[in-house]
């Protein structure tokens, strides 16, 4: 399987700075987008030692036994990696008074062959598009969530609640990481998102659908999904990240078409 892969991200309208980031590493088919909180410029620390610590911890690895990892090693190379990431943005909090308080949401794909190592911490999502359909594959670890898993509010509800933003789980803020891992299976033509919350809060799933569906190059997508968050407001930071599959044909030997394998 052959993987295209762009990123893009935006301030939105509302902030001067951008507390986002997003990166990808197109050898190892690594992905990675994270999305700050923290006071002062706090949370744009937070998700850049994030993304940049992931990028070359993980990407070395790939680079190197990860050739021939199974999902099983990746899944724990991955838990690793996160996990000392998170020790470094705690650190880093724990030592510089300006730093306190600070953390990031994060998710982060290895494209393996036709499989997704996916893991996730907060409210940034990633979904998948197979066959016209979005499909949501990470769930959020927000307050709105568990009151919605505990049918304490209905969806409908959920769309004006005032608790959109309250995550229950961050890289940074403990000194042990919470990420959730699951492995997907990948089809030719599928298309995976990646986002913060300032795309998903701001356009709802059947707009997604209709530009990540669209006849555009994958980078125009990424630039009409942003775009659309700001036509809807642009309130917040806004982070994308779109990788789409394509199965690669091999051609058959002269002995294989002689034998009419």
């Known amino acids: 399987m052959n993987y295209e892969i762009c990123a893009q991200t935006d301030p939105g309208l509302a902030r001067e700075n951008n507390e986002d980031a997003v990166s990808f590493d197109t050898a190892s088919r690594l992905c990675i987008l994270a999305d700050g909180m923290g006071g002062y410029n706090a ?5 850049s030692m994030a993304v940049a610590f992931i990028k070359s911890e993980m990407g070395r690895w790939l680079s190197q036994a990860g050739k021939h990892a199974n999902g099983k090693e990746v899944r ?39 499989r997704l190592i996916l893991g996730h911490i907060g409210d940034s999502r990633c979904y998948r ?57 990948v089809e030719s033509d599928d298309i995976y998102l990646m986002c913060s919350d300032g795309l998903s809060d701001m356009v709802n799933d059947e707009a997604i659908t209709s530009v990540v569906a669209g006849g555009d190059l994958l980078e125009q997508k990424a630039r009409r999904l942003i775009a659309a ?27 294989s078409r002689m034998l009419g394998k």
């Open 76 to 114: 724990r190379a991955l838990e690793i990696c996160v996990e000392n990431a998170n020790h470094s943005i705690f650190n880093a909090a724990s030592t510089n008074p300006s730093y306190a308080g600070m953390g990031t949401t994060l998710v982060v794909g290895v494209f393996l062959k036709d």
């Open 129 to 185: 598009l197979r066959g016209g359909e979005l499909v949501q594959i990470t769930k959020d670890h927000s307050l709105l969530q568990e009151q919605l898993d505990a049918g304490l509010i209905t969806p409908e509800q959920a769309l004006t609640s005032t608790h959109k933003n309250l995550v229950t789980r961050a890289l940074g803020v403990e000194d042990t990481a919470m990420l959730e891992v699951h492995e997907h299976r």
């Open 229 to 255: 968050a700001n036509e809807a407001g642009g309130r917040d930071n806004i982070s994308v990240l779109l990788a789409q599959a394509e199965e690669v044909l091999v051609k058959r030997g002269l002995l």
């Open 43 to 47: 949370g744009e620390i937070a998700s």
